[in-house]
């Protein structure tokens, strides 16, 4: 597998933008009180931009949408969602981008140098021959797939000195990775996170994701969980990114479980790695009983 590292001006103005909003559970706060402190205080037509563009964001689904597919890849942003948005909205969206175009660049003027430091050290590390193989082999093993695609881009987004995150929320090719101010020492942990959001991307819907399905067909909640605790026992700070990165492990693999479910579901998936096993039902049930679902 190989990875391109994208550095798009008009996808972080969108991520800002929908972040300040705060349209989504998802929004990360810390990033607003950031932004917020490093800003002159926003006007009354700023603040009815940022109500009206969560109004707007809030009618349509939670990702890959018609606006990720804009901001992050179209060519022409404004001609693409002109297109495709119906004209009162496509005016009021402009309108609000235009508002916040000022604020929105003190922001970037900050974060462009960090960036593309970030760019740099990753374009290094993450195309490492070696190292890619290991991890895409064992991930193939372990979900019983070979990865859809052979080429993902990673969109680098901004975020805040002591958090970082990532999604695979805009299409079929690529991720983001929110880690603008996010330490550089932090490299490989940047990586576990570029892998959990590649599995979500190029591994989970081949085999293990179907299968947790057929195992909850009337309740994808319970589904979703699952597969996301699965992806999270191996990056960023799961067995493989313990093991092939030097990651630190996790004390805890998600907010919902404790330390204990973190360490059963961390050794139950150990073992299947050890024993060069694919997931199956077994472990589904397994990992169901220790999360008590």
Known sequence: MKFSIIINKLANFY??????????FSNQKDYNVLWRKELEQFSMDEEDALKQFKEIRLQYKESRTY???AFFVAENPWKSLEKNLPQNEYAAVQKIFNLLENKFNLIYEKNLVLLNQWKEILQEKINDPALTESIADAISTLLNTTP????????LLFSAPNHTGGGANIDDESISLEVSQYSLDGANHA?????HETIHLCFQNQYFFPLVLKQFPDDRQKADLINEITIGSLFPRGILGVRLLKNKPASRLMTKINSEQTIRVSNLTKEYISDQKSLDEKYIR??????KI
Do not use: D
């Not at 859809?148 to 969109?155: C, N, R």
């Not at 990586?191 to 892998?195: E, N, R, S």
């Open 191 to 195: 990586m576990g996170i570029i892998w």
């Open 15 to 24: 991520f800002f933008v929908q972040n300040l909003s705060e349209w989504h």
């Open 148 to 155: 859809s695609k052979s080429e993902v881009k990673i969109y």
């Open 67 to 69: 606006f990720e597919q």
């Open 286 to 291: 397994a990992v169901a009983e220790i999360l």
